[in-house]
């Protein structure tokens, strides 16, 4: 398979409660495929706090110890949200195949936040899929994501 990625490192993934079934079958989706990841929890379905598993994915992602991230929660907005607290890091929410494939290509995402309520089954996989394997465009879309980030 090919990735821009570099898929000897491994893929950090976490959620929160809401995330919890979407994030084992991500875990079973990376297995599948042979890529190993590093799962930061929940490791259920007890009520948590989103922040206390997306700061240590963004972290791993931040300091070159994965690959990429993948974050999931009810709506993905509060995992992006404290993922993108995180210099170096451009966490995207994607519900659909043609968002991943963009938050790529477009923007060089480097997580992916997938609204667990708002995407049907086995979406989040397909997801999953194209970002790991879309390139990004680089050209007109690098001048943009230089931008980004706070001096």
Request: aromatic share 8%.
């Amino acid at each position: 398979m090919h990735s821009p990625f570099d898929l000897s490192k491994p893929i950090a993934i976490g959620s929160d409660h809401a995330g919890y079934d979407y994030k084992e079958d991500l875990i079973s989706f990376l297995e599948g495929k042979g890529l190993t990841f590093k799962d930061f929890g929940t490791h259920s379905k007890d009520s948590v706090d989103y922040a206390d598993f997306a700061h240590p994915v963004a972290t791993a992602v931040e300091n070159g110890k994965a690959a990429f991230g993948i974050l999931v929660c009810g709506s993905a907005n509060g995992v992006a949200m404290t993922a993108n607290k995180h210099q170096g890091i451009r966490a995207a929410i994607c519900w659909g195949e043609e968002l991943a494939k963009l938050a790529r290509s477009h923007n060089d995402a480097n997580i992916i936040c997938i609204p667990a309520r708002f995407v049907r089954e086995g979406d989040a996989e397909k997801m999953v899929a194209h970002f790991i394997t879309t390139d990004f465009e680089g050209g007109r879309h690098k001048n943009r994501v230089d931008k980004i980030a706070c001096s």
